[in-house]
């Protein structure tokens, strides 16, 4: 198996990831393979598909964009009933699952496999711990899921949906009413007045210092365009494209994303940080 995954992915820490994600794919499907004598061909199989999802980079985020969402809709209309239903459940399996990992397992998961920040490189850096460390956390939760997927198996789960349009919705009004220099009552209502932010560069100010970075950008020609956003219980990740004016086009990264910390349902501590370039 990591001989397929290195010549797929080559030496990196990516084809021990694909390894250790289709070990887990395989112990949890082992009951599809009917022929014991076929598991070699199996496992490299599964490793090679594992392999083939990194490489084409596709989200596993269960949340559409508006535009997706309406051509998904459309497409609603040529699927069997059951397959909608059994979507659904896989969808909000996995999210209930997601809830029950420790915050700090939370956090490099959602980065991991539902934003743009996917490197340990990136990863470390934001949740400024060693690339050590993420890869050691990123294996805890990959044995903590698996053992969650299967006891949570039979379980009602909560709607995922409606956490996910709730932040989405946030997020929006906050980007708005900051191109409305409105950013600083928006805050206010929405994140505690004690919250901590922590900037790309580590210096670490009050939220009132975010209304007047965000006029700075809005003075040079920069606008805030928000993409994606993960949300769970306590941790929320919004994902913007920062658009730099025409006439200097590199002027800021291409894109910030701010990783909230809820305590009861406010904003307690953020944390941002910048997407390297290419």
Known sequence: MHAVALALLGHSADAEDAVQE????ALCRIGDLRDPDA???????????????QLRKVSAIPMAEPTEAVAR?????????AQLLEQH???DWIWTALEGLSPTLRLVTLLRYFTEITSYEDIAALCATPVGTVRSRLSLARTKLADALRAAADQAYSDPTALHALHRGLGEQVLSSADGREIASTLAELWSPQAQVTWPTGKLTGVGYLPEAY???LADGVRHKL???VASRDV????DALLSPPEDPF??????????????????RIRLYHQRRG
């Open 22 to 25: 289709a070990a887990l794919v």
């Open 39 to 53: 598991v070699g061909p199996w496992l490299r199989t599964v490793v090679r598909n594992t392999c083939r999802a």
């Open 73 to 81: 809709a459309e497409q609603a209309h040529y699927l069997d009933p």
């Open 89 to 91: 459940v896989l969808r």
């Open 215 to 217: 006029e700075h950008d």
């Open 227 to 229: 993409v994606n956003v």
């Open 236 to 239: 929320v990740i919004w994902e």
């Open 251 to 268: 002027h800021c990264p291409p894109s910030v994303a701010w990783v909230h910390f809820l305590d009861g349902g406010r904003v307690e």
